[in-house]
């Protein structure tokens, strides 16, 4: 196929970054084309939207080419003589310039409206040059060339139409005029005793809701034409012109798993993403050459080492006692959690599904009795993870009861308040892709919410209302849930509490909800937690919070300790009055009423200048009234 000087120029400057044509094999045309090619000719008016900018390999010259520059190639392969580009930054341009020059010369007055048509047959993709073509000009004359019956096929490609009309779906008075017009000559070229090719206008953009396509006619004279992110195949044809460029540590050859492996991590890119990934490792091969999966980390995260790599076999060991010392009474829990955990470090976490291994790192669901460490093992599982407790972030789903709370999750649709500020959700796991995700009390989730849970247990991305799509690859999910707890008696054994809690989940979500998908993405990994029945694990979780009260009296009043009078008997005496059923958040309210509580009325009724606390140490004893004496001590 002949090119202009244009199309030839910008070809060979990205085929010499891709290795240039001559290594490349023909590629097959993908759905997106093929839908163009069947389509055109037939309908007046194509739109063509989706991934406009990026690269996509020309199948008849094996060059890689910039959607608009494909479009129009992929036209004149077909059955139009003459294609037009043209975009509203540089006017008219490319291979067939000089063809608008003589539509131009021959419009009457009322189409050519006194204009200037210079073109720029040369023009570059991304000129800067002011248009010397306006959306009025050019619209004009396309609307005489497609109601004119006796034409050559002409196809007017527009580019970057998203910008010729200024409100989109809410256009000026002088655009919905010049709409009713166009809309008019699109419908009027339709002739059913003509079975030849029509004039065809394709309008491009990146998105369709950016057009006001309610003003134009319905799907026999228009039809959408939807660019996708390269499929697996093109995704297999990128790296076989040009992984051998890519400078990686233990690069993978065609045939092997890795090989296979790196297509599917891909998954999600584009061929420019791609083309940057190249850049990436070239850059890096500079002082260290990266394995892929240390590169795609870099590029997808800004970090070369990922937060899971970085966890050691050594510390992984040590897992469960870290985790007891926060979470008491919850053993089976804690071996669950560490061994989900074992399963993402050692790279098997996600395969029973499929090899892309883009699902998250790991999956639980908790259910169990109110303050027996639920959240608090999602806290301490953050915590160890990730070095950070704000890596462990929080979304109580009471607040997500209704229909459309979803919006909230990943953000407004196009055109509705709030649409540019993304999704609570979104955001959160795009600012700080390494985390814990806990989901709070999903029994009171909307059923709705429930199909975005769905799509991230089993594609491990989301895409919000902004077109803009996030991984939760590197993260692990958790869900909670009090389901049964009412219902279910303190007085069973462990393993009596954690079958009738299992029983009390899958018939919430298969009876009465309907959605058995959720717990079968999840597996086997649904925990129950015990009732805290134990007044020693009672006295211990008090214990544990003892901490956090002597640091926030050493910084606020400078006490210097805080002394309990026989300490364990004290704790056992508080904790003999907890009812089990409320588990550790019971030990927190006792804590305070014997603790906290006489402790500030202490420090309000007889502490008139902090300075006197400076260096003293505080002294709790039982005393024979009620609540413990406080005193200070000199220290």
């Given at each position: 196929?002949?090119?202009?000087?244009?199309?030839?120029?910008?070809g060979?400057?990205?085929?010499?970054?891709?290795?240039?044509?001559?290594?490349?094999?023909?590629?097959?045309?993908?759905?997106?084309?093929?839908?163009?090619?069947t389509?055109?000719?037939?309908?007046?008016?194509?739109?063509?939207?989706?991934e406009?900018?990026?690269?996509?390999?020309?199948?008849w010259?094996?060059?890689?080419?910039?959607?608009?520059?494909?479009?129009?190639?992929?036209?004149?392969?077909?059955?139009?003589?003459?294609?037009?580009?043209?975009?509203p930054?540089?006017?008219?341009?490319?291979?067939?310039?000089?063809?608008?020059?003589?539509l131009?010369?021959?419009?009457?007055?009322?189409?050519?409206?006194?204009?200037?048509?210079?073109?720029?047959?040369?023009?570059?993709?991304?000129?800067?040059e002011?248009?010397?073509?306006t959306?009025?000009?050019?619209?004009a004359?396309?609307?005489?060339?497609?109601?004119?019956?006796?034409?050559?096929?002409?196809?007017?490609?527009?580019?970057?139409?998203n910008?010729?009309?200024?409100?989109?779906?809410?256009?000026?008075?002088?655009?919905?005029?010049?709409?009713?017009?166009?809309?008019?000559?699109?419908?009027g070229?339709?002739?059913?005793?003509?079975?030849?090719?029509?004039?065809?206008?394709v309008?491009?953009t990146?998105?369709?809701?950016?057009?006001p396509?309610?003003?134009?006619?319905?799907p026999a004279?228009?039809?959408?034409v939807?660019?996708?992110?390269?499929d697996?195949?093109?995704?297999?044809t990128?790296?076989?012109?040009?992984?051998?460029q890519?400078?990686?540590?233990n690069?993978?050859?065609?045939g092997?798993?890795g090989?296979?492996?790196?297509?599917?991590?891909?998954?999600?890119?584009?061929?420019?993403?791609?083309?940057?990934?190249?850049?990436?490792?070239?850059?890096?091969?500079?002082?260290?050459?990266?394995?892929?999966?240390?590169?795609l980390?870099?590029?997808?995260?800004?970090?070369?080492?990922?937060?899971?790599?970085?966890?050691s076999?050594d510390?992984?060991?040590?897992?469960?006692?870290?985790?007891?010392?926060?979470?008491?009474?919850?053993?089976?829990?804690?071996?669950k959690?560490?061994?989900?955990?074992i399963?993402a470090?050692?790279?098997?976490?996600?395969?029973?599904?499929?090899?892309?291994?883009?699902?998250?790192?790991?999956?639980?669901?908790?259910?169990?009795?109110?303050?027996?460490?639920?959240?608090?093992?999602?806290?301490?599982?953050?915590?160890?993870?990730?070095?950070?407790?704000?890596?462990?972030?929080?979304?109580d789903?009471?607040?997500?009861?209704h229909?459309?709370?979803?919006?909230?999750?990943?953000g407004?649709?196009?055109?509705?308040?709030g649409?540019?500020?993304?999704?609570?959700?979104?955001?959160a796991?795009?600012?700080?892709?390494?985390?814990?995700?806990?989901?709070?009390?999903?029994?009171?989730?909307?059923?709705?919410?429930?199909?975005?849970?769905?799509?991230?247990?089993?594609?491990?991305?989301?895409?919000?209302?902004?077109?803009?799509?996030?991984?939760f690859?590197?993260?692990?999910?958790?869900?909670?849930?009090?389901?049964?707890?009412?219902?279910?008696?303190?007085?069973?054994?462990?393993?009596?509490?954690?079958?009738?809690?299992?029983?009390?989940?899958?018939?919430?979500?298969?009876?009465?909800?309907?959605?058995?998908?959720?717990?079968?993405?999840?597996?086997?990994?649904?925990v129950?937690?015990?009732?805290?029945?134990?007044?020693?694990?009672?006295?211990?979780?008090?214990?544990?919070?003892?901490?956090?009260?002597?640091?926030?009296?050493?910084?606020?009043?400078?006490?210097?300790?805080?002394?309990?009078?026989?300490?364990?008997?004290f704790?056992?005496?508080?904790?003999?009055?907890?009812?089990?059923?409320?588990?550790?958040?019971?030990a927190?309210?006792?804590?305070?009423?014997?603790?906290?509580?006489?402790?500030?009325?202490?420090?309000?009724?007889?502490?008139p200048?902090?300075?006197?606390?400076?260096?003293?140490?505080?002294?709790?004893?039982?005393?024979?009234?009620?609540?413990?004496?406080?005193?200070?001590?000199?220290?």
């Open positions: 196929m002949a090119q202009s000087g244009h199309d030839r120029k910008i060979q400057e990205i085929a010499g970054r891709f290795g240039g044509a001559q290594e490349m094999k023909p590629v097959h045309r993908p759905v997106w084309l093929r839908s163009l090619e389509h055109a000719g037939l309908v007046s008016c194509l739109v063509v939207h989706g406009v900018y990026d690269l996509r390999r020309n199948p010259t094996t060059e890689y080419q910039r959607i608009p520059e494909m479009v129009a190639a992929a036209l004149r392969e077909g059955a139009f003589k003459s294609v037009i580009e043209w975009d930054v540089t006017g008219v341009h490319g291979r067939d310039a000089a063809k608008w020059e003589t131009a010369s021959s419009a009457g007055p009322t189409d050519a409206r006194g204009a200037t048509y210079a073109v720029a047959p040369d023009a570059r993709f991304d000129s800067a002011p248009s010397p073509v959306v009025e000009d050019f619209v004359i396309v609307l005489r060339v497609l109601s004119d019956k006796t034409a050559q096929p002409t196809a007017f490609v527009a580019n970057l139409a910008f010729a009309f200024s409100f989109g779906q809410n256009p000026s008075q002088s655009e919905r005029d010049l709409l009713a017009q166009l809309a008019k000559a699109i419908v070229a339709a002739h059913p005793e003509d079975a030849g090719p029509k004039n065809l206008l309008l491009i990146p998105a369709a809701h950016a057009l396509l309610s003003m134009l006619p319905g004279h228009l039809r959408e939807v660019v996708p992110l390269p697996r195949q093109e995704r297999s990128i790296l076989g012109d040009r992984l051998h890519w400078r990686l540590k690069r993978p050859k065609v092997q798993a090989y296979e492996d790196l297509i599917d991590a891909l998954d999600g890119m584009s061929c420019q993403d791609i083309l940057n990934i190249e850049g990436l490792s070239v850059r890096c091969a500079e002082t260290e050459e990266l394995t892929a999966d240390s590169l980390s870099l590029y997808r995260h800004g970090i070369q080492t990922s937060a899971w790599e970085a966890l076999r510390k992984l060991l040590s897992m469960p006692a870290m985790l007891e010392e926060r979470v008491k009474g919850q053993t089976h829990a804690i071996e959690v560490t061994a989900v955990t399963r470090f050692t790279g098997l976490s996600g395969l029973q599904h499929s090899r892309r291994q883009r699902m998250p790192k790991g999956s639980l669901f908790f259910v169990g009795p109110t303050g027996v460490g639920k959240t608090e093992l999602a806290k301490s599982l953050a915590e160890f993870l990730f070095g950070d407790e704000e890596a462990f972030i929080r979304f789903m009471s607040e997500f009861n229909e459309h709370s979803d919006q909230r999750l990943i407004a649709p196009p055109g509705y308040v649409y540019e500020e993304g999704g609570q959700l979104t955001n796991i795009r600012k700080r892709p390494f985390c814990v995700l806990l989901f709070d009390e999903i029994e009171k989730a909307h059923v709705r919410i429930l199909d975005k849970f769905l799509q991230i247990l089993e594609d491990g991305r989301l895409t919000d209302g902004r077109g803009q799509t996030v991984s690859s590197e993260a692990i999910i958790i869900f909670t849930s009090n389901i049964g707890a009412a219902e279910i008696a303190p007085t069973l054994t462990d393993e009596e509490t954690r079958k009738a809690f299992n029983s009390s989940v899958r018939d919430h979500f298969v009876r009465e909800m309907g959605r058995p998908e959720l717990l079968n993405r999840i597996g086997d990994n649904i129950a937690f015990n009732f805290v029945r134990d007044r020693g694990f009672l006295a211990e979780i008090m214990r544990s919070k003892l901490g956090s009260l002597r640091a926030q009296l050493q910084d606020k009043y400078g006490i210097r300790a805080v002394r309990i009078a026989e300490e364990r008997v704790l056992e005496k508080v904790a003999g009055e907890i009812d089990p059923t409320m588990g550790g958040r019971g927190i309210t006792a804590l305070t009423k014997w603790v906290i509580d006489p402790i500030s009325t202490f420090l309000f009724n007889e502490v200048d902090r300075a006197m606390c400076i260096g003293q140490t505080l002294a709790i004893e039982l005393a024979d009234e009620d609540l413990p004496r406080v005193t200070l001590e000199a220290s």
